[in-house]
Structure formats: C-alpha cells, structure tokens
C-alpha cells in the first residue's frame, strides 16, 4: 500500500532526518563554548608570562648599555641623568665628554615595560649595586605577587 503524503511529496522523510534539532545545536555551541574557554585562559596565562620575560630581556638590554656607558665614561649615569642617558647626552653634570652618536640604545629610544610603563633607575640600587633597573610589573605598583611582582635587576 502506497502511502498518500509520501506520494505527493517524495523525499519528505529524508528531509526531516537531515535538520538538527534545537538541542544538538545547543549541545554544540556549549561544547565549542568549553572549548573557546580553555584555549582563552591558556593564552592569557602564557601572555602574561612572555610579558614577565620581555621586561627580564629588556632589563637585561638596559645592563648592556649601562655596562658600555661605564666603560667609555668611567661611570654609570647619576640618578638625575637616569636611563634617558642611554639615548641622548645628558646635560646635568657629569657631562660626558665623548658621547657616541646614536646613543647606547639601538633604537635611540627608551623602550616602555610590557605594561607601558616607565622602567625605574636607581642610582645606587637598594642594596649597594652601582644602579638598580625596576618594573613593578602588572600593577605598576612596588611591591606584588605573580605577575604585578617587581622585576629587579638585581634578581637577574
């Protein structure tokens, strides 16, 4: 026997197995959504953590040129002076008599912490070091846990 609906409209049974329903969409986006989540927090997690390294590897520069600046200078800028005498003669004394063009920076600039703040200079550092370079990290704040922690030249 021959069905009537199924005569005048051929296909109509494939054609409701072929839809998702409501709930298999839903199961769907959840689980892309648990997904998304995952990936989301990992990121953010290695994100802050390169963020850490790049202001380790930027102190790291810092010393370099510190170190260049003392040996063409027989000192390291005063406090006064700061960092910015890595990229342009200072004009509060000491002035340097011999200051290479270009500065001891390759860029001629004064890069910003990964969190876009200034580095801090300090001329002796805190424990009796020549000088001391800091970033406060996340918070911009001294002090800290984690990733707001201070990044000292002293711990490198």
Avoid: C
């Avoid at 202001?55 to 063409?72: G, R, T, V």
Wanted: a negative charge; proline letters at 7%; hydrophobic letters at 35%.
């Amino acid at each position: 026997m021959v069905n009537i609906t199924q005569a005048k409209r051929p296909g109509a049974a494939q054609q409701r197995r072929s839809a998702f329903t409501l709930i298999e969409v839903l199961v769907v986006l959840v689980i892309v959504m648990g997904l998304a989540s995952i990936v989301t927090v990992n990121v953010v997690r290695h994100q802050s953590e390169s963020r850490v390294k790049t202001a380790q590897l930027q102190i790291s520069q810092f010393e370099q040129a510190l170190q260049s600046y003392h040996l063409d200078h027989g000192r390291y800028p005063t406090q006064a002076q700061g960092l910015a005498a890595l990229v342009e003669r200072p004009t509060t004394s000491p002035v340097p008599d011999r200051y290479p063009e270009g500065g001891y920076l390759a860029r001629n600039r004064l890069p910003l912490d990964p969190w876009g703040n200034e580095y801090i200079y300090l001329a002796p550092g805190r424990e009796g070091e020549p000088f001391e370079i800091l970033s406060y990290g996340s918070d911009g704040e001294p002090g800290g846990t984690g990733h707001a922690a201070v990044i000292s030249s002293s711990d490198l």
